[in-house]
């Protein structure tokens, strides 16, 4: 055989190869290969990409590590309840706000439960910035284990790095409640705002990357004035739990709620550069968990029959502690408050855990938003029109005797 023929006969030998292995990746991994390039900085990933990714940021090679969040060997049920009639066309609600995944659990049951977009029931979605709540609650863990000694420390207290910066002086509850004061921007449009930034610096040998990126920022305001939204300030929390704890707030998780509450199955949590878990997002989690983690909240904060949360955590924890203009709104800790005691985690491109206890409601859901805050083709405002509706048709329901 000739070396042409030898040479012909191999790359079609390799096309062939190639074309299987293009069917067998699969079609999520087709679809992101699909839509290069694609890197870190997924704000500023084009719509295909974040349809794709968003349900595979933790299995994408070379870009970012996670961390597993183990599950247990005992799944917390969820039983089916009297499916929800709602007074809406839900599959125009759901294509129009590009949502992946929606789970509706009332009294523990679950009253509505939809997929779209090609997601699963057994796929991971990330969190973005849902994942401050759960970090915020693992301070409180922190604190009832005796690791935090109290919300009025000062943080640098329990993050060297800070120490000498802006950030002295600063409390720990200033923290976690956006009003240390310090200069952040949080423009997810804009390539070299702090959010965009913070996760490219190099690492520190025996520092975090993190904490020495925030201790460079100025002060804007006096402490415990003024609410600034800063996803590097819940990365800061997730320093100190894991400073505090001695433990990666990842497994930490694990072994305090999704181990002993019955997630159904393991969940990651990404890494910076540092290696630690950028904690003021990215955890990659099944709807049905993340509704777990809601009625975790709702059930007041218990896993395995102990309490996980100091007494009067969660109260303190999902009322308005700072207020940021919006009637009838505020900030708890990482958690956004509604004055009707409802509260949410909510993360950029249409990710939220809504929970009412007054109606002994939770609402997981997933998306994939035409930009950050939904406010490009107005998702923000049509989600939250979909929670009233959602609170309506069970008040109706209530008012009838159902």
């Given at each position: 055989?000739?070396?042409?023929?030898?040479?012909?006969?191999?790359?079609?030998?390799?096309?062939?190869?190639?074309?299987?292995?293009?069917?067998?990746?699969?079609?999520?991994?087709?679809?992101?290969?699909?839509?290069?390039?694609?890197?870190?900085?997924?704000?500023?990933?084009?719509?295909?990409?974040?349809?794709?990714?968003?349900?595979?940021?933790?299995?994408?090679?070379f870009v970012i590590e996670s961390r597993p969040i183990a599950a247990g060997?005992?799944?917390?049920?969820?039983?089916?309840?009297?499916?929800?009639?709602?007074?809406?066309?839900?599959?125009?609600?759901?294509?129009?706000?590009?949502?992946?995944?929606?789970?509706?659990?009332?009294?523990?049951?679950?009253?509505?439960?939809?997929?779209?977009?090609?997601?699963?029931?057994?796929?991971?979605?990330?969190?973005?910035?849902?994942?401050?709540?759960?970090?915020?609650?693992?301070?409180?863990?922190?604190?009832?284990?005796?690791a935090i000694r109290s919300l009025d420390d000062p943080v640098s207290d329990?993050?060297?790095?800070?120490?000498?910066?802006?950030?002295?002086?600063?409390?720990?509850?200033?923290?976690?409640?956006?009003?240390?004061?310090?200069?952040?921007?949080?423009?997810?449009?804009?390539?070299?705002?702090?959010?965009?930034?913070?996760?490219?610096?190099?690492?520190?040998?025996?520092?975090?990357?993190?904490?020495?990126?925030?201790?460079?920022?100025?002060?804007?305001?006096?402490?415990?004035?003024?609410?600034?939204?800063?996803?590097?300030?819940?990365?800061?929390?997730?320093?100190?739990?894991?400073?505090?704890?001695?433990?990666?707030?990842?497994?930490?998780?694990?072994?305090?709620?999704?181990?002993?509450?019955?997630?159904?199955?393991?969940?990651?949590?990404?890494?910076?550069?540092?290696?630690?878990?950028?904690?003021?997002?990215?955890?990659?989690?099944?709807?049905?968990?993340?509704?777990?983690?809601?009625?975790?909240?709702?059930?007041?904060?218990?896993?395995?029959?102990?309490?996980?949360?100091?007494?009067?955590?969660?109260?303190?924890?999902?009322?308005?502690?700072?207020?940021?203009?919006?009637?009838?709104?505020?900030?708890?800790?990482?958690?956004?408050?509604?004055?009707?005691?409802?509260?949410?985690?909510?993360?950029?491109?249409?990710?939220?855990?809504?929970?009412?206890?007054?109606?002994?409601?939770?609402?997981?859901?997933?998306?994939?938003?035409?930009?950050?805050?939904?406010?490009?083709?107005?998702?923000?405002?049509?989600?939250?029109?979909?929670?009233?509706?959602?609170?309506?048709?069970?008040?109706?329901?209530?008012?009838?005797?159902?």
């Amino acid at each position: 055989m000739t070396f042409l023929r030898r040479l012909g006969v191999a790359l079609a030998a390799l096309f062939v190869v190639l074309g299987i292995g293009w069917v067998l990746i699969g079609p999520e991994w087709r679809a992101l290969l699909a839509h290069q390039p694609y890197g870190r900085d997924v704000l500023f990933w084009n719509q295909a990409q974040r349809d794709a990714g968003f349900r595979m940021l933790d299995r994408i090679p070379f870009v970012i590590e996670s961390r597993p969040i183990a599950a247990g060997g005992t799944v917390r049920e969820l039983p089916d309840g009297e499916p929800l009639v709602l007074d809406i066309d839900l599959d125009a609600y759901l294509a129009a706000n590009r949502t992946a995944g929606l789970v509706i659990l009332q009294d523990g049951k679950v009253r509505l439960e939809r997929y779209e977009m090609g997601f699963r029931p057994d796929g991971r979605w990330t969190s973005f910035s849902v994942a401050k709540s759960l970090t915020s609650t693992l301070v409180g863990a922190a604190l009832k284990d005796g690791a935090i000694r109290s919300l009025d420390d000062p943080v640098s207290d329990y993050i060297e790095e800070l120490k000498g910066s802006a950030y002295d002086g600063v409390t720990v509850q200033q923290v976690l409640t956006m009003t240390s004061g310090i200069d952040w921007n949080e423009d997810y449009d804009d390539p070299e705002s702090d959010v965009a930034q913070f996760d490219l610096q190099a690492p520190v040998p025996g520092k975090s990357s993190l904490a020495t990126y925030m201790a460079t920022l100025g002060r804007a305001h006096p402490a415990g004035e003024v609410w600034n939204y800063s996803t590097g300030e819940t990365n800061l929390i997730g320093v100190l739990v894991s400073r505090a704890t001695g433990r990666d707030v990842a497994s930490y998780l694990s072994d305090k709620i999704w181990k002993p509450y019955g997630m159904q199955q393991e969940a990651t949590w990404l890494l910076g550069k540092d290696g630690h878990e950028i904690s003021g997002c990215c955890i990659q989690a099944a709807v049905r968990d993340y509704a777990r983690f809601g009625l975790f909240m709702l059930e007041g904060g218990k896993a395995g029959g102990e309490d996980v949360l100091p007494e009067g955590w969660i109260a303190a924890a999902t009322v308005k502690q700072a207020d940021y203009d919006s009637p009838g709104e505020g900030y708890g800790y990482q958690w956004w408050t509604w004055d009707d005691g409802s509260f949410q985690a909510d993360g950029i491109f249409g990710q939220g855990i809504f929970i009412d206890p007054n109606r002994n409601l939770v609402i997981a859901s997933n998306a994939s938003w035409t930009s950050a805050l939904g406010d490009k083709d107005h998702e923000w405002d049509a989600r939250k029109e979909f929670y009233k509706t959602v609170q309506r048709a069970l008040d109706a329901e209530a008012a009838s005797g159902g």
